[in-house]
């Protein structure tokens, strides 16, 4: 058979040498694949970055002094705290310690005055040095609270669309390291800022609320370059990292603020963030042609798989106005609203409701509150694996696979939210509801979030910004509109009144995806064609066709096999 190879690249341009096949000596790096690699700074990368966005959630439940400390000695919660962290009933703000340690300390009192110590039954604490390291120093009210946990998610929606636009120019590496070096600078800054004014908490976390949105646009653009479609939806796991981040954060931070106060969370987590730049910076590359220690039989097998309408699709112009007027994207990003607004009624309000209302102590409430989400992480991988298999074997449709896991992940979260404000004090019952809701929330990866890719896999970045624009509203209007409602934390009816409107949120906004949503692929998903380009080539951006195979030399650069073209000339002689 005569060579008529196509020449691929340009003449000028040497081919790229195999690497000879090596044996148990080739060096470690080489085993490694680069996409593992990069799966692992993903994931680690969205961990860290959880943790640093939720350490305040946890950690303001110890600086601010409770008001009530002074006064509720009749409180539900004093017989039963005392009872789990193993204290004196009075002195149920005595940390790490008991009545013995008080009474060692004013052994040096006269009889009456430790006879009147004995009396009274309101107690300030031992140690008020020591305490004041460790809890409680500043009085700030429940709309201040509300309004530092929500202050982060301001500029966190604002920053959505920047961080598409600034990726295009400076690449993946440069936005998402540079945004988790700022967010970890401010964290280690943020026990400083408390002691000048809470004002000053409040714009440290705009800062790191800014720098936190521009993440998820970064990582969504780097997937197409690095990743072929057959491994994409395990990568796309890699995101699940911020589920045991959550999972993390609260029991740590529990454990440090016991045993050596809050201000350790925030250099904890700064420093943790502040590693993880230094490997992000000498690992993550943001195409494999730029990565110095790729292999060449990875590199090629990435291009080779690379599917061409998603290369075709980079780089092309964005059609904002079609996407803002289309109602599938609007209705993910209306429907994510409600699951939003209940997945941080758990994560903003919990720790605060298993400390006032469930009465756990520091400890405890770490454990409990940051242990669903270590389960959810199974439970996103499942839910995934189970919508893999209903679409495969045709037992659904995309669109109606999408709906039913939308649906268990607002729906079930909404109903049990609910009954949790319902039962109040049944703590069983309550923590076992509680685990369920939050599980049941990462089947919307199966579900809404997925259904991003759906309907624009070429643009799912920027799909992928705006619907965050419109849900991640919710992360900040749900801890305002909780610091409106809870004036009185051990108030249990104020706290079902919270609930209430989680569950009204959830349930609802899930009816705008059951009626608009749908897995088609919108129109507005291709790129223009170009008048100048010939149509044989043209035909090649239609997203999930095989891509013709040409002759001419305008095909030179895409990959085929010549050897078929070869065999069908033959069969037509």
Not at 179 to 196: E, G, K, N, R
Not at 208 to 223: D, E, H, K, N, R
Not at 354 to 362: A, G, T, Y
């Amino acid at each position: 058979m005569d060579e008529k190879g196509i020449k691929f690249l340009p003449t000028t341009t040497k081919p790229r040498p195999r690497m000879p096949k090596v044996g148990w000596r080739r060096s470690v790096s080489d085993r490694i694949p680069a996409r593992l690699v990069l799966y692992f700074l993903s994931w680690s990368g969205f961990l860290v970055s959880f943790m640093m966005r939720n350490d305040i959630n946890f950690a303001l439940v110890a600086m601010v002094r409770d008001s009530s400390s002074n006064s509720s000695i009749n409180s539900h919660c004093a017989p039963s705290s005392m009872a789990l962290a193993g204290t004196s009933p009075l002195v149920p703000v005595v940390a790490n310690g008991n009545f013995s340690d008080l009474l060692l300390s004013n052994f040096s009192a006269s009889a009456d005055d430790m006879g009147d110590l004995m009396g009274d039954v309101v107690v300030e604490t031992t140690s008020s040095k020591h305490n004041e390291n460790l809890y409680g120093n500043f009085d700030w009210d429940s709309t201040v609270q509300a309004v530092i946990k929500g202050s982060f998610y301001w500029c966190y929606v604002l920053s959505q669309v920047a961080g598409g636009v600034a990726t295009q120019y400076f690449g993946t590496k440069s936005v998402f390291g540079w945004s988790q070096f700022f967010t970890a600078a401010c964290s280690l800054c943020i026990p400083y800022a408390s002691d000048i004014h809470y004002g000053v908490v409040i714009l440290l976390r705009s800062i790191q609320g800014f720098a936190s949105g521009l993440t998820w646009p970064a990582m969504y653009a780097i997937v197409g370059y690095w990743i072929p479609p057959v491994e994409r939806s395990r990568f796309m796991s890699s995101f699940q990292g911020f589920s045991i981040g959550i999972g993390l954060t609260y029991p740590l931070c529990g454990f440090i603020i016991a045993h050596f106060g809050w201000r350790l969370v925030f250099y904890t987590t700064g420093t943790i963030g502040m590693v993880w730049c230094l490997f992000w910076y000498l690992l993550a590359f943001n195409t494999p042609q730029e990565h110095p220690r790729i292999t060449p039989e990875e590199l090629e097998y990435i291009e080779l798989n690379v599917s061409e309408d998603i290369k075709n699709g980079q780089g092309m112009k964005v059609p904002w106005k079609k996407i803002f007027t289309s109602m599938p994207v609007y209705a993910i990003g209306l429907t994510t609203f409600g699951r939003i607004w209940v997945h941080y009624t758990f994560i903003m309000s919990g720790p605060e409701y298993m400390q006032k209302i469930l009465c756990f102590d520091i400890q405890q409430n770490g454990l409990l509150s940051g242990t669903p989400f270590l389960c959810s992480y199974l439970s996103s991988v499942l839910f995934c694996y189970i919508a893999d298999i209903l679409v495969h074997k045709q037992l659904m449709t995309l669109t109606n696979v999408r709906k039913l896991f939308t649906a268990l992940s607002q729906i079930v979260p909404g109903v049990l939210v609910l009954l949790v404000g319902y039962l109040g004090y049944n703590i069983v019952i309550v923590l076992v509801l509680w685990f369920v809701a939050v599980t049941f929330i990462t089947a919307s990866y199966a579900g809404a979030m997925a259904n991003i890719v759906d309907i624009a896999p070429n643009l799912a970045g920027p799909v992928l910004a705006f619907a965050q624009t419109i849900h991640m509203t919710a992360s900040f209007l749900q801890p305002l509109v909780t610091g409106v409602m809870v004036t009185d934390a051990q108030n249990l009816n104020q706290w079902l009144h919270v609930f209430g409107v989680s569950s009204a949120v959830a349930i609802s906004c899930y009816l705008v995806f059951q009626f608009f949503g749908t897995a088609e692929i919108q129109p507005w998903n291709y790129p223009v064609p170009d008048p100048e380009v010939c149509s044989t080539d043209d035909s090649a951006v239609i997203a999930n066709q095989p891509m013709l195979k040409v002759s001419s030399v305008s095909g030179a650069g895409y990959k085929y096999n010549r050897e078929d073209d070869d065999e069908n000339d033959s069969s037509d002689n």
